[in-house]
């Protein structure tokens, strides 16, 4: 299932964690266990927090949805891309066109760039030539930009599937996002007497990236006793 940790900083020196949730986004080393990162008031971060999270995106390959609240600028405009960033709060209530597996949102307030950067897809439009959720690859990474600013004051289940649209989406995300080990069995349905080949996989080193990281392997039986697995280098990196 999808384990989810939550970190709300309320005012400075003010939070209020769950669960194992990073306490800063300063170094990658700290949030690279995670899958997906879901960061709200993007605008906030420092230019060390948005390299850190940068290198989440390319090296770890993870995942980052930025919960928009003012047009990016800065570093953030770097991580998001698109150009021209208009903002509309007509007050005018839209239903957001996406996916029929997320659901549906409605919101009368977005943000969204006149030009998408270049190979980002769009998730949900509020209105021809309105991106208000969209997604574009970073490195190994992408990151999800969310425009539409209001939608959570639509939340309740008869006016929206604001409950089921960002579950299914983080969850989609985290799926999509490569383990940092990759384990493999040449053979995964074996009877008594039977050999399979283990193939081990350290992402970082596998893409020339370097580590210091080591592996090591058990096998536990069903009475509980544990057999050590001896690994051996392979012809490949990793």
Do not use: K, Y
């Amino acid at each position: 299932g999808l384990a989810v940790t939550s970190r709300v900083v309320a005012a400075p020196g003010i939070t209020s964690s769950r669960g194992s949730s990073p306490t800063a986004l300063t170094g990658l080393a700290t949030i690279a266990r995670h899958e997906v990162l879901v960061i709200g008031a993007p605008g906030l971060l420092s230019e060390r927090e948005i390299a850190a999270i940068e290198g989440f995106l390319r090296e770890r390959g993870g995942r980052v949805v930025l919960l928009l609240e003012a047009p990016p600028a800065g570093p953030l405009l770097g991580l998001v891309g698109g150009s021209a960033w208009r903002q509309d709060s007509s007050g005018r209530v839209v239903d957001l066109a996406a996916d029929s597996s997320l659901g549906r949102l409605r919101g009368a307030s977005f943000l969204f760039p006149a030009r998408l950067p270049r190979g980002a897809e769009v998730i949900a439009w509020a209105g021809e030539g309105r991106p208000a959720i969209w997604r574009r690859p970073v490195g190994d990474g992408e990151v999800v930009v969310v425009g539409a600013l209001d939608s959570w004051q639509r939340r309740a289940p008869t006016e929206s599937d604001f409950g089921r649209f960002w579950p299914a989406l983080v969850a989609g995300l985290a799926a999509s996002a490569p383990p940092p080990i990759e384990i493999g069995l040449s053979q995964t349905v074996l009877q008594p007497g039977d050999s399979t080949r283990l193939t081990v996989t350290l992402r970082d080193i596998a893409a020339g990236r370097g580590s210091d990281a080591s592996v090591a392997a058990r096998l536990v039986g069903t009475d509980g006793g544990r057999t050590m697995v001896r690994l051996w280098p392979g012809r490949a990196l990793g």
